[in-house]
């Protein structure tokens, strides 16, 4: 069956420092899988999703994800933090042809 | 942008009442969703719909679940008798297509809380 795991529940980082939101996932065949951001009284915003290709994913608002498949992971990065990255992320793998399958979510501070 | 909406932002209602949740998804999107998520807990996907019919649907999604297009903008969900356990944030999403490329496209929610 296919699932993902986001490990952590909150990440606290500095304004201005790396931030790094992990996520592993187990599918069998190939793995879509997308990232999800979601702000207080908002609906999930799409940041970036891997289909194929290049293994580090660039998305929106300058994140970008790194698929290991060896490690079976997706995790978000952001070289500097900033106060309004503050926020629910989530990340999903297609767990067929219609639904996405989401992890728990990990909430992000970040700390001015 | 265009995006998903959804109204009520908030529900409040009886158990055994039923309820209905609206959506109205972005223009040219074919494909519909419905997804809950239970205080503290994963969002799960409850069902999708194309060309007026359910193309998949969870466990979850049983008899007192159903959902319709009744025009041509919006997407219902329908609580025939609401259960305390129904009590969550439910989002709606759209999609342009099925294939990997084409992202889901979710609305701010409804929070349904069930007494």
């Known amino acids: 069956a296919q699932s993902v795991a986001q490990p952590e529940d909150q990440v606290n980082v500095a304004e201005g420092n790396p931030l790094t939101v992990k996520c592993t996932y187990s599918?069998?065949?190939?793995?879509?899988l997308f990232w999800y951001v979601q702000y207080p009284n908002r609906g999930l915003q799409f940041l970036l999703k891997?289909?194929?290709?290049?293994?580090l994913v660039k998305g929106s608002y300058g994140f970008e994800a790194e698929f290991n498949k060896s490690q079976t992971s997706f995790h978000l990065k952001k070289p500097s933090a900033l106060v309004s990255d503050s926020a629910l992320y989530f990340c999903?793998?297609?767990?067929?042809?219609?639904?996405?399958?989401f992890g728990t979510g990990t909430r992000l501070k970040v700390l001015a | 942008e265009p995006e998903v909406t959804q109204t009520p932002s908030h529900q409040v209602t009886q158990m055994g009442q039923e309820v209905i949740l609206r959506c109205v998804p972005i223009?040219?999107?074919?494909?519909f969703y419905w997804y809950r998520q239970i205080l503290g807990q994963k969002v799960e996907f409850l069902v999708s719909?194309?060309?007026?019919?359910?193309?998949?649907k969870s466990e979850i999604f049983d008899d007192q679940f159903s959902v319709e297009r009744p025009d041509g903008s919006n997407f219902t969900l329908k609580i025939r008798s609401t259960k305390l356990e129904d009590s969550a944030m439910y989002f709606c999403?759209?999609?342009?297509?099925?294939?990997?490329?084409?992202?889901?496209?979710f609305g701010p929610g409804t929070r349904l809380t069930v007494t």
């Open positions: 999403a759209s999609s342009q297509g099925t294939g990997p490329s084409y992202e889901q496209y």
């Open positions: 599918v069998s065949g190939n793995p879509y």
């Open positions: 891997y289909i194929t290709g290049d293994n």
């Open positions: 999903a793998v297609r767990g067929g042809t219609y639904k996405y399958i």
């Open positions: 223009s040219n999107h074919l494909y």
């Open positions: 719909f194309y060309n007026n019919e359910i193309s998949e």
